[in-house]
């Protein structure tokens, strides 16, 4: 297995845009997806091969990628945006399935 | 619409045993790989198991192997997670989740079931 590290936090006013970074060396070769879970939900993902959106997700959330660094970007940040956003990345040995990033709290002031 | 609906958790002592299940419809369940995740209160998410389509393979965090058994029975469109031997550091809420056809990531998630460890 391998981990994969992200600030705690990121504080941010509205209208402003939250970047938060995820680290591992594992990126550099893995694609990497974003959840975002809201206090008392389940993850809902928001991010998927670096920077594809679902359908149903807000054009101000993108995802970017360079090495081994994947950068998810919430553009013009909203009051609803104030969650946790944890990264995630697909292991292919036989000692895991999924790895999830630590994890950032993102608060708007 | 995917719906996973999770059951079972609950308030056990350490060294108990506690089974959860979890309902899948809207997809066709037998041809998915299902997942296992949990969450510590106030702690980040934990890849805990997973079991192929099939039922033929299993995989666990080896904090919970050899006491922790997933299973699945797909003519129920049902996944099961049996916990045996539970530690204080087991309790969190635990969420069932079916992955993506690349089997890289999990587009679908349950809601998610408390299982409390504690004397």
């Known amino acids: 297995s391998y981990a994969l590290t992200q600030p705690p936090s990121v504080s941010v006013s509205p209208g402003q845009t939250a970047r938060i970074t995820c680290s591992g060396d594992a990126l550099a070769k893995k694609y990497a997806y974003w959840y975002q879970q809201k206090p008392g939900q389940a993850p809902v993902l928001i991010i998927y091969?670096?920077?594809e959106r679902p359908s149903g997700i807000p054009e101000r959330f993108s995802g970017s990628s360079s090495g081994t660094t994947v950068t998810l970007t919430i553009s013009g940040v909203q009051a609803e945006d104030e969650a946790d956003y944890y990264c995630q990345s697909a292991d292919t040995s036989d000692t895991s399935y999924y790895v999830f990033g630590t994890g950032t709290k993102v608060t708007v002031l | 619409e995917v719906q996973l609906v999770e059951s079972g958790g609950g308030l056990v002592k350490p060294g108990g045993s506690l089974r959860l299940s979890c309902a899948a419809s809207g997809f066709t369940f037998s041809s998915y790989s299902m997942h296992w995740v949990r969450q510590a209160p106030g702690k980040g998410l934990e890849w805990v198991s997973s079991?192929?389509?099939?039922?033929?393979?299993?995989l666990y965090i080896d904090s919970v192997k050899g006491r922790f058994i997933v299973s699945r029975d797909n003519a129920k469109k049902s996944l099961y997670l049996q916990m045996n031997s539970l530690r204080v550091e087991d309790t969190a809420v635990y969420f069932c989740a079916r992955d993506d056809s690349t089997q890289e990531y999990l587009p679908y998630w349950g809601q998610g079931t408390l299982v409390t460890v504690s004397s």
């Open positions: 079991i192929s389509s099939n039922g033929g393979y299993e």
């Open positions: 091969k670096d920077s």
